[in-house]
């Protein structure tokens, strides 16, 4: 078979690529930019939009909080629980406890002591390493209502994280619950609480149930009596993202179109009929076979 019928029996190779359309989903809500928020340096560290409880120095942001000892930047309860002054709706909380090095009793008598949201809904603190208890008694459980996924508690005289995500109930007029509570809790890192919904205020002798209260409220720290420590307590009150809705939601469709690709075939033409450039040319016809005539 000569080169030229190899050729003429050669493929030509035209590829197009087809008319495409994109779909793109719109809402149909105008959205507003979210505000800009610098982190803290790192993610323990109060951001620019938080409110600082307790930060090492005093406890003025708490009623009574003038009770408690303050040493080496550390806050230890003593005589009585604290309060503080400025009440809030949906927060994120975020602060750091270490149970007593001193271990002294078992169950709910060893390292005691409870964060309460909006003064109500209790966080439950509680030296959780190994010391059993009531599940739905221990460290990073709502107190009397749920246990935590997970118990994520570090040894006694270590520091634990809780960042606590709290979204307050809403009541209607005539004091039915319109939504209730949420809690969400991340233990030293670990999802202790998802989401977890608030059956009513805490209480170790009255079943939960929700009575109603103001849109706001304080958050208090427990005194049951044990040297529990605290640290590094801050806030962000929670806004939700603000948006004007202007229609129903809708697609866009675009059209997209693409160049065909063209292959050459073996004689060196494209398909289209017209040769190749000429270096491709003589390269190939170098390569074809040839006859001598007599």
Known sequence: MTFRTYCLNSAVVLSLIATTFAQEWKSGVDWQQPPIVTPGATNDQPPSDAIVLFGGQDLSAFENGDQWLIQDGIAVPRKTGIVSKQHFGDIQLHLEWSAPTDIRGTGQGR??????????????????????????????????????????????????????????????????????????????????????????????????????????????????????RFRNIWLRELKPAVGKRTSAGFNIVKESKKKPVIEKSADGKEADGKPADKAEQESKDQKAPTTTGE
């Not at 409870?114 to 599940?135: A, H, I, K, P, W």
């Not at 619950?177 to 999802?191: D, F, K």
């Open 111 to 228: 390292g005691n002591s409870g964060v309460y949201l909006m003064g109500r809904y209790e966080v439950q603190v509680l030296d959780s390493f190994e010391n059993e208890t009531y599940f739905d008694g221990q460290a990073g459980s709502i107190y009397k209502q749920t246990p935590p996924m997970a118990n994520a508690m570090r040894k006694p005289g270590e520091w634990n994280t809780y960042d606590i995500f709290f979204t307050a109930p809403v009541f209607k007029v005539n004091g039915a619950v319109e939504t209730p509570g949420y809690v969400t809790l991340i233990h030293n890192g670990v999802l202790a609480l998802n989401h977890f919904e608030l059956l009513g205020p805490s209480s170790y002798v009255d079943a939960p149930h929700y009575t109603p209260h103001a849109e706001t409220g304080p958050i208090s720290l427990q005194f049951h009596g044990d040297p529990v």
